[in-house]
């Protein structure tokens, strides 16, 4: 009788729990040192999420333009695949974070912000100028 009486209030504390939910993805910032070690394919999109102007200036090489000030980053993502991996940048880190914490609540689960412009040229990542629109 005292292992029914166990057994019963343990489904029942189990019930009180709830459904165990996944947790939900977190904005990951790295370095442009912990960047390099990170692996580009074809699962991986690079967003510098800077002005078109900004980015005609010069941006890292193999970048798409997503701009977030202007607005366009808000309506492109809806249509983005949110299995793939993102690594967003703009010119200080602020734009990118902010960028970043949109695709979270979206639901998109990979999601890294890798900083500045600036620090990412100064550390060695090739770069290029013109277009690249998303």
Request: overall charge negative; glycine content about 12%.
């Amino acid at each position: 009788m005292r292992a029914i009486v166990i057994a019963v209030s343990l489904l029942f504390l189990a019930g009180c729990a709830g459904p165990q939910q996944s947790t939900p993805a977190q904005v990951q910032n790295l370095t442009p040192q912990q960047f390099k070690g990170e692996r580009m394919g074809r699962k991986t999109i690079l967003v510098d999420v800077r002005t078109p102007e900004e980015f005609a200036d010069g941006h890292l090489d193999g970048a798409v333009n997503s701009d977030f000030r202007g607005g366009a980053f808000a309506q492109e993502m809806e249509n983005w695949d949110k299995d793939k991996v993102y690594y967003l940048y703009c010119a200080s880190g602020n734009r990118s974070g902010k960028a970043a914490e949109l695709l979270k609540e979206a639901g998109f689960k990979y999601i890294y912000n890798v900083g500045g412009f600036t620090d990412l040229k100064e550390a060695g990542f090739p770069t290029e100028q013109g277009d690249g629109e998303y």
